[in-house]
Each structure stands twice: as structure tokens, then as C-alpha cells.
């Protein structure tokens, strides 16, 4: 199972390949199939995501005891203000782009006029007008609008998304739900 670590309170499930997953999906009605873009909330009665991702990684157990929430995706309609939409962004190893830092701006006057669909620290860009794929190129949309060169392959760690044009950037963003499901794998 390929995971992605960039969240401290999730794991998130970026492609099942094999193992205990696998077989429990194989055996499970749909509802109850553990899905990619799945965030996981506890590993054996275990937290936090470094202590979640060692369980998983040294697990030899033929049973995982899972808390899983589901993401669900929301569009955002932001139009850049002074060049910049202020978010501080994570490439992560998800399909996505992880919202690490909000800064005052359009995001918080999007949220403060719409606060039925905040944006908040945690949730993740998976697509940018339309654009949908690995965080280069999504981070590659955002400086296409703003202007800039490509993003280089091999680029990580936090990134300031700027947009030089004003033009209003259609954003879809994926967030964990509030509710948390048990598996037993």
C-alpha cells in the first residue's frame, strides 16, 4: 500500500497493491472496502502519523484494526488578490497538494463569506481549473496562471501559490470526514 504522510493527524491511502488490504477488499461489500484518497485515524488503537505509518510498515499481524474517514471534494472559486492567493502548499505523495499555512487574504475572505465551505489548514488541492494529476502538476497549473516557469521535477517542500492575472482560480479540495469507520483488516 502506498501511503502518504505529509498530514501529522492523517495517513492517507494513495494506492492499495497487495496485502491485507487487498484480500479485505476482496471480501467486503463496497461500503466497507477501504478506498485510495481513504484517510487513516488509527492503526491498531494507535494516533499520530509517524507512530501509525511504523505500525503499518512493521505489521506482521494477520489482523490491522482500522479507523478510516472518508474524503469528500468541495469546488472553491478564489480570485487572486495583489497577485497571490496567500496559501503556503506542501507536495505531497498523494494526487494533491497539501494546505499547510493560510495567510490573510483571499482564502480567508472566501472562508469568512462562505464558511459552509472553508478552507482550512490539512485540506488538499487535487485539482486547479481543471487540471487533476501528481503535485508538480497542479503546482505547475498554479505558476502557468501566475506567469512563472514550470516547476522543476524533483521540487518539494512548501510553496506560496501565486497568481499575477487576477483571473479567478477554480480550485477543487478534498478533506477527511468528520466521522470516523472501523476496519478490521
Known amino acids: ?6 498530514d501529522e493527524e492523517f495517513i492517507q491511502v494513495v494506492k492499495i497493491n497487495g496485502g491485507l488490504i487487498m484480500e479485505h477488499n476482496l471480501t467486503s461489500p463496497p461500503e466497507m472496502r477501504i478506498c485510495e484518497g481513504d484517510c487513516i485515524r488509527g492503526v491498531n488503537f494507535v494516533r499520530g502519523t509517524e507512530s501509525m505509518f ?3 510498515k512493521a505489521n506482521r499481524s494477520p489482523q490491522l484494526d482500522l479507523v478510516i ?3 469528500y471534494e468541495f469546488p472553491v472559486n478564489l480570485r487572486p488578490c495583489e497577485g497571490s492567493l496567500k496559501l503556503e502548499l506542501l507536495m505531497s505523495q498523494s494526487p494533491s497538494l497539501f494546505v499547510k499555512t493560510i495567510y490573510p487574504g483571499p ?6 463569506e462562505n464558511p459552509d465551505r472553508a478552507i482550512k489548514v490539512g485540506d488538499r488541492i487535487t485539482s486547479v481549473n481543471g487540471v487533476r494529476g501528481k503535485p508538480k502538476d497542479l503546482l505547475t497549473a498554479l505558476r502557468t496562471l501566475a506567469g512563472l516557469a514550470p516547476v522543476g521535477v524533483g521540487m518539494t ?3 506560496v501559490a501565486s497568481v499575477t492575472d487576477g483571473r479567478p482560480v477554480l480550485f477543487v479540495l478534498a478533506r477527511c470526514a468528520s466521522k470516523d469507520l472501523w476496519w478490521y483488516a
Do not use: S
Not at 482564502?107 to 469568512?112: G, I, L, Q, R
Open 54 to 56: 511504523n505500525l503499518l
Open 107 to 112: 482564502v480567508t475572505d472566501w472562508n469568512h
Open 1 to 6: 500500500m502506498d501511503l502518504d504522510v505529509t
Open 157 to 159: 517542500g512548501p510553496r
Open 69 to 71: 474517514r472518508r474524503c
